[in-house]
């Protein structure tokens, strides 16, 4: 995208060629516009735009159509390329400033929280003018989007009035001033482009943050997004901030290895920031506190943790070890794991049902799996052996009941993804 970009400006430049017999002057090219260029990409990129606004099955990017899925039903993501018909080509740089922090379209109607506006209200007028310089230089493509598919009365759009009257807050990030400027990048990272609170905030019946637990876990298309605060017993306590800037640059730790959603979010969004942007995440997020409460563990001596420790030492023990460590930047430490030790285990069981496959970046390009057990482990065999890593080498979590392993198992049933 960059390349073409610099084309541009190119034939801004040779557009202004003076010609006067065999003597030709170039005009010099609009660093200013460049700058802006490139900085716009630079959020695209945080902001992870490619991610939904890409359909996988075309790979058009930024094109739309790909479907999301909410708890209310899918929402298509809309057509960002310049196409004038099907696009934002013929939007004017307002119309696309109250779309992307006000989730007002052109046409006037509202938008949906899928796109993340709420989020997005936090940067400035000129960053949104930066991407909307950005996307102008992209290929346009003509690609007719029908976002509207939620079921009445969802798909009247007017009914987001209230949801802004509830839950939006348009006012742009202000910094602390009694926090240091590495921190206060961190915490407009999170809370802005990043939009890291859409998939780990857990969501009202309405589906708004839950702001009172901000950060601390949150259901995303059939996993959990986990508590990402510095929570020791359930968040991310247990990590330094090499290991936070480890995992959001490879997809890869010295204690984890990422699967599921957010594997495609380190692929194509945080894999690609300054180092300087991840170590200030790592710090804004260390200096969550989380809520600290650390329950009992199940008893040792409980049937299920002596069954579970069994089929631990049998099936998993080879590559996560028998102290549950794992290897580093392979296979992940169980004990470290938010996942692991969340009370909701939905991730912890659809990775032994489902079997997962990390991500391959350019610092880490091994992309280990794990293999689904569904075949070999009933629904109290796994159960128990969940039960028995969510409650050893000092880990406390809920005892996992054989009951919930079936209601997910038929649950991924349904499931094409």
């Not at 348009?170 to 609170?197: I, M, S």
Request: charged share 20%; glycine share 8%.
């Amino acid at each position: 995208m960059l390349d073409r970009a610099t084309a541009i400006l190119l034939s801004f430049a040779a557009a202004s060629l003076a010609v006067s017999g065999a003597q030709v002057v170039a005009a010099a090219p609009d660093q200013q516009k460049f700058s802006q260029i490139e900085r716009g990409r630079y959020l695209t990129t945080l902001a992870d735009c490619v991610a939904c606004h890409t359909n996988p099955g075309t790979g058009k990017r930024f094109a739309g159509g790909r479907p999301i899925e909410t708890p209310f039903g899918i929402v298509v993501s809309a057509n960002i390329t310049p196409d004038t018909k099907t696009g934002i080509g013929g939007w004017s740089d307002e119309q696309f400033d109250n779309a992307v922090r006000h989730g007002v379209r052109a046409d006037g109607k509202r938008l949906y929280p899928a796109m993340p506006y709420p989020s997005y209200a936090k940067m400035s007028h000129e960053d949104v003018l930066a991407i909307r310089a950005y996307l102008a230089t992209i290929p346009p493509v003509h690609n007719e989007v029908v976002s509207d598919q939620l079921p009445f009365p969802l798909n009247i759009r007017a009914g987001m009035r209230l949801w802004n009257a509830l839950y939006f807050n348009d006012a742009e990030f202000q910094t602390n001033p009694d926090k240091p400027p590495q921190w206060n990048r961190g915490a407009y990272l999170v809370n802005g482009p990043g939009h890291c609170g859409a998939c780990h905030t857990p969501k009202t019946m309405l589906g708004g943050d839950k702001l009172s637990q901000a950060l601390r876990g949150g259901q995303v298309q059939g996993w959990l997004a986990p508590n990402i605060t510095n929570d020791k017993a359930k968040g991310l306590g247990s990590w330094s901030k090499d290991d936070i800037v480890d995992f959001l640059k490879s997809g890869h730790s010295r204690v984890a290895t990422v699967t599921g959603p957010m594997a495609e979010e380190i692929e194509h969004s945080s894999s690609r920031w300054t180092q300087a942007d991840l170590q200030a995440i790592a710090t804004y997020l260390k200096d969550l506190p989380g809520i600290q409460a650390k329950g009992s563990p199940v008893a040792a001596n409980d049937p299920a943790m002596k069954a579970g420790q069994a089929i631990y030492r049998d099936v998993c023990s080879a590559c996560h070890q028998l102290d549950g460590k794992g290897v580093p930047h392979l296979f992940p430490s169980l004990p470290d794991s938010a996942a692991v030790r969340a009370d909701d285990a939905t991730t912890a069981i659809r990775v032994v049902l489902r079997g997962a496959r990390s991500v391959a970046t350019s610092p880490e390009p091994t992309a280990p799996g794990m293999p689904s057990f569904a075949w070999q482990l009933k629904d109290d065999q796994v159960a128990a052996v969940l039960t028995y890593i969510r409650n050893s080498w000092g880990v406390a979590a809920p005892a996992v009941s054989a009951d919930t392993v079936a209601t997910e198992r038929s649950n991924l049933a349904a499931r094409t993804d």
